[in-house]
């Protein structure tokens, strides 16, 4: 009996340690930055604990029992044949869309979006499932030698009306996220230049059509642009930017409160008060911020550069064309959710509602996150897998 080799592809060795076909350091510091989040989240909801009034552990213990769920489902999304997955996702993005239109009729209306469906005391927001859908539609659409016009046009049109259903909810956040991974994903199939060119001309002048039509609502709108306004031209636009403006700077008035080391896990001023609206998902990082300070909140991103850059690694080293495109994908989802979260937290983004993956407060983020991280650790196992004959 002979041993191929798949070219490109290194030999399984019974005797090689469990590390080889595993990446340790991007679970670790998966796993560091989930603790993290744990406890800011929180911190962030105990409330003013006194003697009299206990700390409210309900949030804590809910997304304990999500990050927990979260790695068996990583562990096993790793572990499954990733033709079973590929299999699925002409059902799954039926699914989806049926989901996105079922929770205009169904769902239930959260801050504005209805972008959740209410299961007795749990919600469900299935566009947080749908970036991993997204991601893989992509990814098949994409993975071939050469990406044509034709093919592009295919998986554009998927995309928006992905993106048209969750602009009805409205969530313009979630739609952002989209935005990104498409593009990312684009510019790493094998694409001409001249098609790219093309694609950055309509966008362009799609994102001006939307902004002089009546797409986006007035109060969207102002989100995406109060963060670089003064204080006369937020209250020119009225009550829901004095609103949005109002949370960026308490958020801010928090991280600036933390200093370089903060003031102390459980210890924070306007924590404790809950002076920073959505503090638990949206406004996470000012928890950070706060109470660990310049210091705490640096590794919490270094943690999140650790997890980018293992992600990359993966994809740069896949041995096939659709691995490096899922893991590509799923590294564009976690940078830009992570800078936008923290960006928004600090003044420098507009204020859109992204949740911080493994950080933020909510199983369907948490969720998504992990396995999606599962997704990427498949990519890296496979790297080393052999045929016999």
């Known amino acids: 009996m002979t041993t191929n080799f798949a070219p490109g592809r290194f030999r ?37 604990a006194t003697e009299i009034t206990p700390p409210d552990r309900s949030f804590l213990q809910r997304q304990t029992f999500f990050a927990v769920l979260g790695v068996g489902l990583a562990v ?18 039926i699914g989806t869309v049926a989901l996105f239109v079922g929770i205009l009729q169904f769902g239930a209306s959260v ?29 098949t659409i994409f993975s071939t030698e050469r990406v044509g016009f034709r093919r592009m046009f295919v998986g554009l049109m998927l ?65 995406l642009t109060v963060f670089v306004l003064n204080d006369e031209a937020v209250e020119e636009l009225g009550a829901d930017a004095i609103r949005v403006a109002y949370n960026a700077e308490q958020s801010q008035i928090a991280i600036g409160n933390g200093g370089i080391t903060g003031q102390g896990l459980f210890n924070g001023s306007q924590t404790s008060s809950n002076l920073v609206p959505e503090q638990q998902t949206d406004f996470i990082f000012s928890v950070a911020g706060e109470e660990l300070g310049f210091v705490g909140a640096a590794v919490l991103l270094a943690l999140f550069g650790v997890i980018v850059f293992r992600i990359w690694r993966v994809s740069m080293r896949a041995t096939d064309e659709f691995d490096r495109l899922l893991a590509a994908g799923v590294m564009a989802m976690f940078v830009f959710q ?29 969720l998504t996150s992990m396995i999606a991280l599962g997704l990427v650790l498949g990519v890296h196992k496979r790297r080393y897998d052999y045929t016999r004959t």
């Open 111 to 139: 801050n504005g979006a209805q972008a959740w469906y209410r299961l007795g005391g749990l919600t469900f927001q299935p566009s947080e499932p749908g970036k991993i859908l997204l991601i893989f539609t992509l990814a």
């Open 338 to 366: 992570v800078f936008q979260s923290a960006g928004m937290t600090m003044g420098i983004m507009p204020v859109t509602g992204i949740p911080m993956p493994l950080v933020s407060y909510g199983g369907s983020s948490m």
């Open 76 to 93: 096993g999304v790793a572990m499954i044949h990733i033709d079973r997955l590929r299999s699925l996702v002409s059902v799954g993005y």
């Open 159 to 223: 995309v928006a009306l992905l993106i048209g259903l969750i602009l009805l909810q409205p969530d313009l956040g979630t739609v952002l996220v989209y935005v990104v991974i498409t593009a990312v994903m684009i510019m790493m199939s094998n694409v001409s230049i001249r098609l790219i060119v093309l694609l950055v001309l309509a966008a362009v002048s799609v994102i001006a059509l939307i902004f002089t039509s009546d797409v986006l609502a007035d109060y969207q709108k102002d989100r």
């Open 12 to 48: 399984e060795d019974p005797d090689d340690p469990w590390w080889f076909v595993v990446d340790p350091l991007l679970i670790l510091s998966t796993i560091a930055t989930t603790v993290i989040g744990v406890l800011l989240v929180y911190s962030a909801t105990r409330g003013p």
